[in-house]
C-alpha cells in the first residue's frame, strides 16, 4: 500500500513538473543528454517535488496547510499526468533499443537492481532513527495539527529551514507516519536516476550500474531525515547546470537559454531552504555561471528562482533573530536561543563525528587519471564539482553525512576509479601470464565480487525485512524494542498531567511524547541551567517555568533522580526500562 500510494505521488508530481519542463526544454537545441527522455522525466519528477513543496510552503504560510489542501494540490498533478501520459508513453516506445549488453554489463546491472530493490524494502520500518524523531517529524506533526508554519521553541532546531519536512507534514493525517520515510527515499531514488542517466550517456553502462549501486547503498533511505531530499536538488542543479553550459552558441541563438539557469537556481533554492550546507555550493556555482554568462538579465532571474523556495526561511530568521541562518550564523550576526556555549557544544559534536567517507567512494582519486576525464567534458565537470564538495567538507565539518548532498555525483566518479582499477588490473594480468590466465582471473575475481556483493546485500535485506511492522502489535513491539523511553512516554500520552513536560536523555525520542515536550543540551531549556541545582531549587524552578512533569533517562542522567532529597519533591509515576517520570512537588510535603 506504501509503495502503491508512492506511486501515485510520483505521477502527481511528475504531471505538475512535466507542465513547466515542456515550456523548458522546447526548442533547446540538441546537446548529448538533453534528448534522453528518461532524463528529462527524472528532472520533471524532481521539477514537481519542487513546486510541490513551494505549494506547501505558501499554503503553511496561509495556515491552510490540511489535508483538503494537500488532496486539491494532488489532484492538480494528476490531472496534468494523465493528460500527458499518452503522449509520454508514445515517446518512450519509439526510442531505439541500444546495442546488446555484454557479459560486465549484465551482471552489474543485475548488481545494480539488486540494490533498488532492496532498498524499496528499507524506508517501511516505523521512525526509529535519532533526527527524525528529534525534530523532524515533530516539527511535520506541528505543522499538520495547526496547518500553519510556526517557532517551536521546545525543537532542538526551532529557527531551521524546513522545506523538505513540509512533505512529511502533508503525509502525516494522510498516509501515517512511515511514508515521511518512503518520500524521504524518494529524493534519493531521483537522484540516482539522474546519475544514472549523466552516467550511461557520458561513460558506460558499467559505470553507470555501479555509481547506482554505491550510492543506493550508501544513501539513508531508512529514515525521515532530509539528505535524500537535498541529494537529489543538488544533483538536479548540477544536471541543469551542465546542459546549460553545454549548449552549443550558434548564429541563430548566441545565447544560452537563461531559463536553464533559473531552473537550477531553483533546485539550489529548494536545497538551501532544506539544509544550510546546500549553500556552500552558491561560490562554485556562482564562478561556472559568471565563466560564460554576465548579462544582469539572466542573473536576477536566477536570483529570483533561487529566493522563491527559501526567502521565506531566511527572510523570517532575520527578521526575529538577526541572524538569517539560525542559529550557525550566530558568530557574525549575534546569539538568540543559543548562547556561545552550546554554539560551541553542536561544533564539538559535528567534530567528534568527523570520519572517513565510504570506502566506495575513493577511487574518485583516480578520475584525473582516466581517459574519461581526458575525453569527456561532463566527466571533467563532475570531477569539478566532486573536488569543491571534499574541499569544502575538510575545511568544515569532515562529518561524512554532510557531504550527502554529493553523493550522487561522487559515487559516479567513485565508479570511474573503480573500472580504471578494474582496467589496471587486466592490463597487468595480461603482461604477466597472458590472455589465459586474465581470463581466468578476471571470471574468478568478478564472481568473488558478485559473492560478496550477493552475500552483503542479502544481510542488508534481512535486516530491513526484519524492522518493517505489518500490524499494530508489531509496531508496538518494534518501538518498544528500539526507541528508549517508549513504554514510559506511551503512559505519559494516554495519561496526561498538567503543567509542562521536561525531558532528560531522551532527545532522540520525542516524537512519541506529549508533545510538546522540553529539555536539551541547548536552547533556553537547557540542562545546565536546571539539572545542576540541589533539588529543591531545582523543582522550584521547573515550578516557576510551568513544567509539571519530569521524564527521565537514568542512564543517561544518573545524577539527577540521585541528589539529596529528590525523593521529596519529585513523585514517581511511571517507571520501565530505565525510564522515570516523576511529578514535580516544588514544595516539599
Request: with cysteine; hydrophobic share 50%; charged share 15%.
Amino acid at each position: 500500500m506504501h509503495l502503491a500510494g508512492l506511486a501515485v505521488v510520483l505521477l502527481a508530481i511528475w504531471g505538475a513538473g512535466d507542465a513547466l519542463m515542456r515550456r523548458l526544454w522546447g526548442g533547446a537545441p540538441h546537446t548529448p543528454g538533453r534528448d534522453d527522455p528518461w532524463l528529462r522525466m527524472a528532472l520533471s519528477a524532481a521539477t514537481g517535488l519542487g513546486l510541490a513543496i513551494v505549494a506547501l510552503q505558501g499554503l503553511g504560510i496561509a495556515g491552510l496547510l490540511r489535508p483538503p489542501g494537500t488532496l486539491a494540490l494532488l489532484a492538480i498533478g494528476l490531472t496534468l499526468a494523465f493528460w500527458r501520459l499518452p503522449a509520454q508513453w508514445r515517446v518512450l516506445r519509439a526510442l531505439p533499443s541500444g546495442p546488446p549488453m555484454g557479459r560486465a554489463e549484465r551482471v552489474a546491472t543485475v548488481v545494480a537492481i539488486g540494490a533498488f530493490a532492496i532498498s524499496l524494502f528499507e524506508p517501511m520500518a516505523p521512525p526509529h532513527a535519532f533526527d527524525e524523531m528529534m525534530y523532524h517529524l515533530p516539527y511535520a506533526r506541528q505543522v499538520a495539527e495547526s496547518g500553519a508554519l510556526g517557532i517551536h521553541d521546545w525543537l532542538r532546531y526551532p529557527w531551521f529551514p524546513y522545506n523538505y519536512d513540509l512533505l512529511y507534514a502533508a503525509a502525516l493525517p494522510l498516509a501515517g507516519d512511515v511514508f515521511p520515510h518512503l518520500l524521504h527515499a524518494l529524493g534519493g531514488w531521483l537522484a540516482a536516476a539522474l546519475v544514472w542517466r549523466l552516467a550511461v550517456t557520458h561513460t558506460d553502462r558499467v559505470c553507470a550500474a555501479i555509481a547506482l549501486a554505491a550510492w543506493l547503498m550508501m544513501g539513508e533511505f531508512f529514515n525521515a531525515l532530509i539528505d535524500m531530499g537535498v541529494a537529489l536538488f543538488v544533483v538536479g542543479a548540477f544536471t541543469v547546470l551542465w546542459l546549460w553550459w553545454s549548449t552549443p552558441v550558434t548564429p541563430a541563438q548566441p545565447r544560452r537559454p537563461a531559463r536553464w539557469l533559473g531552473l537550477a537556481a531553483f533546485y539550489l533554492g529548494v536545497a538551501a531552504g532544506s539544509k544550510y550546507q546546500a549553500l556552500t555550493f552558491l561560490p562554485l556555482v556562482a564562478v561556472c555561471v559568471a565563466w560564460r554568462e554576465r548579462r544582469p538579465g539572466p542573473w536576477l532571474l536566477a536570483l529570483g528562482c533561487f529566493l522563491l523556495p527559501c526567502i521565506y526561511w531566511f527572510g523570517r530568521n532575520w527578521l526575529q533573530t538577526g541572524d538569517p541562518f539560525n542559529p550557525i550564523g550566530a558568530k557574525v550576526f549575534g546569539f538568540t536561543n543559543w548562547n556561545v556555549d552550546d554554539y560551541k557544544r553542536q561544533v564539538d559534536d559535528v567534530r567528534a563525528h568527523a570520519a572517513l567517507p565510504n570506502v566506495m567512494l575513493w577511487p574518485a582519486l583516480l578520475v584525473p587519471f582516466t581517459l574519461a576525464f581526458r575525453t569527456r567534458p561532463a566527466v571533467r565537470a563532475a570531477a569539478l564539482f566532486g573536488a569543491w564538495s571534499v574541499l569544502v567538507w575538510l575545511a568544515t565539518s569532515r562529518y561524512p553525512r554532510y557531504m550527502a548532498a554529493s553523493f550522487p555525483i561522487l559515487a559516479w566518479l567513485g565508479a570511474i576509479g573503480w573500472c580504471q582499477l578494474w582496467r589496471w588490473a587486466v592490463a597487468a594480468l595480461q603482461r604477466r601470464g597472458g590472455e589465459r590466465l586474465h581470463r581466468r582471473m578476471s571470471a574468478g575475481l568478478g564472481t568473488a565480487m558478485v559473492a560478496v556483493l550477493l552475500v552483503a546485500g542479502g544481510a542488508r535485506l534481512w535486516n530491513h525485512l526484519r524492522q518493517i511492522s505489518p500490524t499494530p502489535e508489531t509496531r508496538e513491539a518494534y518501538l518498544a524494542r528500539n526507541v528508549p523511553g517508549y513504554a514510559v512516554l506511551s503512559w505519559l500520552r494516554a495519561n496526561p498531567q498538567p503543567g509542562r513536560l521536561y525531558q532528560v536523555g531522551l532527545s532522540d525520542a520525542i516524537y512519541f511524547a506529549p508533545n510538546p515536550v522540553w529539555g536539551d543540551v541547548f536552547g533556553r531549556y537547557r540542562y545546565s541551567d536546571f539539572l545542576l541545582l540541589p533539588a529543591p531549587e531545582m523543582a522550584r524552578k521547573f515550578a516557576q517555568e510551568g513544567f509539571g512533569t519530569i521524564v527521565i533517562q537514568t542512564a543517561l542522567g544518573p545524577f539527577v533522580d540521585g541528589k539529596p532529597g529528590f525523593e521529596r519533591h519529585f513523585q514517581l509515576l511511571s517507571e520501565k526500562d530505565g525510564v522515570k517520570a516523576y511529578r514535580i512537588l516544588p514544595d516539599a510535603p
